[in-house]
Nanobody, 114 residues
């Protein structure tokens, strides 16, 4: 299984970005897909989680601004980010947990700056 994240970039404060994570290989249900982020010098933290059943959970810092969604037919997960702040600057990673295995995608850089 491989994960490929895309959609990062440079955006001004208050702007929006949409990240996408595509998967390849055999993905089994149930599974959990999520987004994490890691800022320089900091640990990697969970941003948003979505199960194959559609349940979601968000870090407090992004609630009301970020929305995670998935397409189970395509096994993709997106992260729509609005009202971006400089503190959202980080490398964003997608993660899949399936049948006890953990898979990470490569990161995509999000930079929020004027």
């Amino acid at each position: 299984v491989q994960l490929q994240a895309s959609g990062g970039g440079l955006v001004q404060p208050g702007g929006s970005l949409r990240l996408s994570c595509a998967t390849s290989g055999s993905i089994f249900n149930p599974n959990v897909m999520s987004w994490y982020r890691q800022a320089p010098g900091k640990q990697r933290d969970m941003v948003a989680v979505i199960t194959s059943g559609g349940s979601t959970n968000y870090a407090d810092s992004v609630k009301g601004r970020f929305t995670v969604s998935r397409d189970n037919a395509k096994n993709t997960v997106d992260l729509q980010m609005h009202s971006l702040k400089p503190e959202d600057t980080a490398v964003y990673y997608c993660k899949l947990i399936s049948r006890g295995y953990i898979y990470w995608g490569q990161g995509t850089q999000v930079t929020v700056s004027s």
